[in-house]
């Protein structure tokens, strides 16, 4: 299940929810119930093939010089 990205119309509160692709409804918000709840476009993890994590980033191979 996907991790989306919510915030409440009524109260403003921005909030993360696990939501299954069959679900139709939006999820209530947390902190104040309402139904007025809008999923928003939200930065995504994404880590390079081969790259294992904590390695601080993207490393570019090393060039040979032959010459």
Request: overall charge neutral; aromatic content about 6%.
């Amino acid at each position: 299940m996907p991790i989306y990205e919510f915030v409440c119309e009524d109260c403003d509160h921005q909030f993360e929810e696990l939501v299954s692709l069959s679900d139709k409804i939006p999820p209530k918000c947390p902190k104040c119930q309402s139904d007025k709840v809008k999923k928003i476009l939200s930065a995504c993890g994404i880590r390079p093939h081969g790259i294992p994590t904590g390695s601080g980033g993207f490393k570019a191979p090393a060039c040979s010089s032959s010459g």
